[in-house]
């Protein structure tokens, strides 16, 4: 997906962006992600005084295997999206003075967004995704999900430093 600074620049108006992505291409190599269904775009490009800021949302949904219980469950991000880009050098030069603002400085008129989408993707990904906040996970000794049924398992852990103690007390 491209979008050309100059042309924006001088229509002056906001160009919108709606686009479906391959999900698949984008989110290659990551093991956590068992499948991603197509990335819909629906930004909208800006041309502001001597920039074009590309705003809106972004969104996919995903397929994990749950961390704690192994589970495929499905979840669908929705993701803002903000990123700016110049072809001026002073303009970026006065952005890097003010840190919370990151202008892209860009050499030719037009930009690709591809790598910017997926930049936004992949800092929006769970680090560890669970099929629900309450997943009991599976059995440390038996391997027994225990979100479908209890295995009878003792689960107590004793610190082996402290199995000592556990005696004093019984006499």
């Known amino acids: 997906m491209w979008i050309?600074?100059?042309?924006?620049?001088a229509k002056g108006q906001p160009v919108a962006i709606r686009e479906s992505l391959n999900g698949e291409a984008l989110l290659k190599g990551r093991k956590d992600i068992l499948s991603a269904g197509p990335i819909v775009t629906d930004l909208e490009a800006k041309p502001a005084s001597d920039v074009v800021e590309v705003t809106g949302r972004v969104s996919v949904e995903l397929e994990f295997g749950c961390s704690r219980c192994l589970?495929?469950?499905?979840?669908?991000l929705n993701i803002p999206f903000r990123e700016i880009f110049t072809s001026k050098p002073?303009?970026?030069?006065?952005a890097s003075?003010?840190?919370n603002e990151i202008i892209h400085l860009v050499r030719e008129d037009k930009v690709e967004l591809n790598p910017y989408i997926?930049?936004?993707i992949q800092l929006e990904l769970p680090l560890a995704p669970?099929?629900?906040?309450?997943?009991?996970?599976l059995c440390p000794e038996c391997g027994t999900n225990r979100n479908e049924r209890e295995?009878?398992?003792?689960?107590?852990?004793?610190?082996?430093?402290?199995?000592?103690?556990a005696d004093f007390f019984n006499s």
């Open 4 to 9: 050309q600074l100059k042309e924006i620049m």
């Open 71 to 76: 589970t495929p469950f499905k979840q669908t």
């Open 90 to 94: 002073e303009v970026e030069a006065q």
């Open 97 to 99: 003075e003010d840190e």
């Open 118 to 120: 997926e930049e936004n």
């Open 130 to 137: 669970v099929c629900r906040e309450d997943c009991k996970g």
């Open 151 to 165: 295995c009878g398992c003792k689960n107590e852990r004793i610190d082996p430093r402290l199995a000592g103690l």
